[in-house]
């Protein structure tokens, strides 16, 4: 029995001086507190050397701390160095990143090691490296030798870097000494130094450049740098060589603050050397900028100047067109600059506040004048508004309001003055029976008019006022009825019928009496709009006498998710109307009289929703007079978020005025080609105005762009390569600030 003992004490030494856990988990280094948290072992074998101090782990060995994890096939760790030695198939991942090599070494408490027959790979833009030798030289530091760059998926890479000696910082860039870019394993092109983003955040660096072939321009050539200020500004240099005109310098500065605060301000220059241009030093400034100022107060400018009136036609394309701005500021703003084709730019500026009961604004307009042939427009610098709600007057069912206004005029050359405008109005809204609404209105408009300087075509008395009243009372109904319902269905249809009847009255005035300062003071009507019907939106000044009638109809769709919440889509919306006017002639809107029929166009607009992401629309303004269709206006939408497919086409028709189309889809035609078209095109002069045509090459790590653009009085091939994770821009723009940062702050 004793010798029975002794050969088990044997065996327990000999298992407390080699160690074996088969596949049960172990912890590392007990005591010692190691950071970021303990490390634990687990493999189909575990043995302890006590005298080396060293465990070593064989068959699928798994390291793990925290959202580390480290794998292979054989791996030995020293207790005391901490240092693991691995060999066959290891993987080091760390959080959403993957270091992996053949054999390496990887220090567990600094997290710094090397890697031999090695892989980088970063997931948040699927940037690789592949090396020879891998160093990871801190939590966030990469060291590679003779290393190979992309994020192509493929053994042999669409297109790669090769570098001598890279850098690689996560979150911020890799930097490259002696580097090669190579094209399907070719090389093409030689970097002594390289600098590469490695995250998809917004960091500064070069975008990647897009390549140009226009009739007026010749070969164009953009090479824009972004440059990631802070969280809350950036800014873009934009570097264009145009070899039939020269080389134009740009740049954008943009920045978010706190609330809806914001600011973007662009700027473009050039010598042009073409001997076409109008001038030879030509520049388009133009940006915009919201600031509320706090109490409800707000601040909202907007800058639009160029050189000449030829500048936004020659160059609006790439990153520095106007259509291409103009576009981004009305998603960043919520408006948007006047198109290309508009001869007088304006810049505006706006301090306005909003009480419970009015809102008080003061503003200013400024136009800069582009053709010679036109007159110099008036500006407004500066003006002031009030305008109230329709406040309650004690317990009658009346309400009072007023705007008014004061705006000083400016004119370069010519007339200068002020306008003084108080309007109040008091309204009324019953019910004489029911489901008849009356609403009228009446109000008193005196406007005083007062000339610093004349032109010889404007009234020479320095002081004018003008009085009009105007009213409009206007009877409604309701009626509603619906289809389905009585089923017990989720789902049913309702129709809704509103007849309306509205009269107007405005007394006529003699608009040459009084100073041009705006041209809304002297009318009100375009020719092509003299045979239209009267209707709500419009905002006649005076020589108005007519009664408007007419019906909507309302088609509404009743029907539940799939949370059973109830969902109410419109599906039709018709409406008829026409004016029978008492008076043959509106106030035109160039101040001369234009005569119109005693019985306006019957106007009919429709609008139809058959699916969820298709519209259709159609206008049609038909004579009672024998003269047939006098305008139509017919379009249709087709979107479809999930596959992106878009296509718009519409038609515009108008009586000895307009006969133009417009087209412009974009498709998904397979997985990796998307096309877009764009097409207008007049036929009141049989001239085409513009056309685009573009496709889209993408694949896994790599996309190409080819559009091509016919103008009248141009043609332009533009080239675009972008490299997905890589040459991208990084579009994410400055943030706003939060409430906690800017407390912090």
Not at 209 to 222: C, F, I, K, N
Not at 313 to 319: M, P, S
Not at 501 to 518: E, G, K, L, Q, S
């Amino acid at each position: 029995m004793r010798r029975y003992r002794v050969w088990a004490w044997v065996i327990i030494l000999f298992f407390l001086g080699a160690g074996v856990a088969g596949s049960a988990e172990m912890e590392l280094f007990k005591p010692e507190r190691i950071q970021g948290g303990p490390w634990r072992i687990r493999a189909e074998k575990i043995t302890y050397d006590a005298p080396t101090h060293t465990y070593t782990a064989q068959g699928r060995v798994d390291i793990r701390q925290g959202d580390r994890r480290l794998s292979a096939d054989w791996v030995q760790v020293n207790d005391v160095t901490k240092i693991a030695r691995m060999r066959g198939n290891v993987v080091l991942v760390m959080g959403e990143d993957i270091f992996s090599g053949q054999e390496g070494e990887f220090n567990l408490v600094t997290r710094t090691g090397e890697m031999k027959g090695a892989r980088l790979f970063l997931q948040r833009n699927h940037f690789q490296v592949k090396s020879s030798l891998i160093r990871k030289t801190g939590d966030n530091t990469y060291y590679a030798e003779n290393s190979t760059i992309t994020t192509c998926d493929a053994d042999v890479p669409v297109w790669s870097f090769s570098a001598r000696q890279l850098q690689v910082t996560l979150g911020g860039y890799a930097t490259s000494q002696h580097t090669l870019l190579k094209l399907a394993g070719l090389p093409v092109f030689y970097f002594p130094f390289s600098i590469l983003p490695v995250q998809t955040e917004r960091q500064s660096g070069f975008l990647l450049p897009q390549y140009g072939q226009h009739r007026a321009g010749g070969t164009v050539v953009e090479l824009p740098f972004y440059w990631a200020i802070s969280n809350n500004a950036d800014a873009t240099l934009y570097q264009t060589i145009l070899t039939n005109r020269g080389y134009m310098q740009g740049g954008e500065l943009r920045h978010r603050g706190h609330e809806e605060a914001a600011a973007t301000i662009r700027g473009f220059t050039l010598s042009d050397g073409s001997g076409e241009a109008p001038v030879n030093h030509r520049y388009w400034v133009a940006g915009m900028v919201n600031q509320p100022l706090g109490n409800g107060w707000q601040i909202r400018g907007t800058l639009d100047k160029v050189s000449d009136q030829n500048y936004l036609k020659d160059f609006n394309f790439g990153y520095m067109g106007l259509t291409r701005f103009s576009r981004e500021l009305l998603g960043d703003f919520g408006r948007n600059l006047e198109q290309e084709e508009v001869s007088q730019r304006v810049s505006t500026g706006l301090l306005a506040k909003n009480y419970s009961w009015a809102n008080i604004t003061g503003f200013s307009r400024y136009y800069q004048r582009l053709r010679s042939d036109e007159p110099f427009a008036v500006n407004r610098l500066p003006g002031l508004s009030l305008s109230t709600v329709n406040l309650p007057l004690g317990n009658l069912p009346l309400r009072v309001g007023v705007d008014s206004s004061y705006t000083h005029f400016y004119q370069e050359r010519g007339l200068d003055g002020h306008r003084l405008d108080l309007h109040p109005q008091a309204s009324l809204e019953v019910l004489p029976i029911q489901s008849v609404s009356l609403n009228s209105r009446v109000g008193f408009r005196e406007t005083l008019f007062v000339t610093d300087q004349t032109t010889p075509s404007s009234p020479q008395n320095t002081t004018q006022s003008r009085q009009l009243f105007d009213s409009k009372v206007s009877l409604t109904s309701s009626w509603a009825k619906d289809y389905g319902r009585d089923s017990g269905a989720s789902s049913f249809f309702r129709h809704i019928v509103r007849p309306e009847v509205t009269y107007w009255n405005i007394p006529h005035f003699d608009p040459v009496r009084f100073p041009a300062f705006d041209p809304f003071d002297i009318g009100w009507v375009v020719r092509a709009n003299r045979n239209l019907p009267i209707r709500s939106g419009d905002d006649p000044v005076g020589g108005v006498n007519a009664l408007t009638y007419g019906f909507s109809n309302h088609l509404l769709m009743r029907d539940q998710n799939a949370q059973g919440q109830a969902q109410v889509a419109e599906k039709l919306w018709v409406r008829f109307s026409q004016s029978a006017f008492f008076n043959t002639t509106s106030m035109g809107l160039d101040g001369t009289p234009q005569y119109h029929h005693r019985f306006s166009d019957i106007l009919g607009e429709a609008e139809y929703y058959p699916f969820k992401r298709v519209v259709a629309g159609l206008d049609l303004g038909t004579s009672t007079y024998k003269e047939g269709f006098n305008r139509a206006n017919v379009r249709l939408s087709f979107l479809d978020q999930q596959h992106q497919h878009l296509f718009n086409v519409g038609y515009l028709y108008i009586k000895d005025f307009a006969k133009q189309i417009n087209v412009s889809t974009y498709l998904n035609l397979f997985r990796s080609v998307k096309t877009w078209v764009t097409y207008s095109n007049t036929f009141q002069t049989n001239n085409k105005l513009e056309r685009t045509y573009g496709i889209v090459f993408q694949r896994q790590c790599w996309g190409i762009v080819l559009s091509y653009t016919d103008r009248p009085d141009d043609q332009r091939i533009g080239v675009s390569l972008f490299l997905p994770g890589i040459g991208e821009r990084f579009r994410k723009g400055p943030g706003h600030f939060s409430e906690e940062k800017a407390k912090q702050e």
